[in-house]
């Protein structure tokens, strides 16, 4: 079983960062390597949510560049300032929890590649196996 599968929200807060996660298309982790996450519609706005504090989540949101490819979740640690507005200030807007007791955030600014903390490679019948239990 994959080790980031079924983790309380309670492990993805410290009291110094955040981790949250990012589900993508193979085509895009290079440049995500290279620039770090950005909002290709330069909009960033509260509502358009790129990452989870809950790893199925990014999971089900990422897509293989063709059937039968691997799909990829990056990890993301985030410095969470103290004494700040909310958790992920200044990088994140102030998350939205979910039903689920995860909490998406979206970009306040883009975020340097220097906060990747790992890049995880999923097969894709682990991918679909996600996209049929949702997150």
Do not use: C
């Amino acid at each position: 079983m994959n080790k980031h599968i079924h983790t309380s929200i309670n492990e993805y807060f410290s009291k110094d960062t955040i981790k949250v996660y990012h589900g993508t298309k193979p085509k895009f982790v290079e440049e995500i390597k290279k620039n770090g996450l950005i909002d290709k519609t330069e909009v960033y706005s509260p509502g358009w949510y790129m990452l989870s504090t809950d790893f199925e989540s990014a999971l089900f949101h990422a897509h293989p560049d063709m059937e039968g490819g691997d799909v990829f979740v990056i990890e993301f640690e985030i410095p969470n300032l103290v004494n700040e507005m909310w958790d992920g200030y200044p990088y994140l807007w102030k998350g939205e929890i979910r039903n689920d007791n995860s909490t998406w955030f979206a970009l306040k600014e883009p975020l340097p590649n220097k906060f990747i903390k790992e890049i995880i490679k999923v097969d894709y019948d682990k991918w679909i196996k996600q996209k049929d239990l949702k997150f």
